[in-house]
């Protein structure tokens, strides 16, 4: 009598497969690289490849080739970076959420904040550097006499109000005084 072996058909093991890789994925979006991805090999390129993503983020302006799943990393991470350089409100406020948007976010407000202190540009991590430089083209933008800034870019903003105090009021104002003169009879 023949052996009969039960054996997943090609649709089936491929679904099995797509499913291993996007849990792969998100195991990467909550982890961060270097923590052990699931067990099955197409989980764990799933995890790699987003990995490489994010990775990639961090030093480049376009977003990779290759996977979705390195894409959707870059993604992430450049809307992080977009989010904090919207607004002073929403630099100085929370992360967006998810840990690799709040990368991207933390390093333009790293940026920014650096410049601000003095230490050096880091061109190399380019949400850093664009926050840095943003910062430094607002102050010296202000520096050269500008009056009104302009970008809107949070850490150009900061930077122009950095070089630009708002002048403190000292003993009150000319309107705030009667200024009409009285005569003596």
């Not at 849990?23 to 982890?31: K, P």
């Not at 994010?54 to 376009?62: K, S, Y």
């Not at 926050?131 to 809107?152: L, S």
């Amino acid at each position: 009598q023949p052996h009969t072996v039960a054996v997943a058909t090609a649709t089936t093991a491929a679904a099995r497969g797509v499913a291993d890789y996007r849990n792969g994925v998100l195991h990467a979006v909550a982890a961060p690289a270097g923590t052990q991805p699931p067990a099955t090999t197409a989980a764990a390129e799933g995890a790699a490849d987003y990995w490489a993503g994010e990775a990639h983020a961090v030093g480049n302006v376009a977003a990779p080739g290759g996977p979705a799943a390195g894409a959707s990393a870059f993604q992430e991470f450049d809307g992080g970076r977009a989010f904090a350089r919207a607004s002073i409100p929403q630099l100085q406020g929370p992360p967006p959420f998810g840990r690799v948007a709040a990368r991207g976010f933390a390093e333009y407000a790293a940026g920014v904040a650096a410049r601000s202190a003095g230490p050096g540009n880091q061109p190399a991590r380019v949400a850093f550097s664009e926050g840095w430089t943003d910062f430094d083209a607002g102050e010296n933008d202000a520096r050269a006499g500008a009056v009104v800034p302009a970008q809107q870019d949070s850490g150009y903003l900061l930077g122009f109000q950095a070089a630009n105090p708002a002048p403190l009021k000292r003993g009150g104002s000319d309107l705030d005084r009667d200024t009409t003169k009285k005569i003596r009879a």
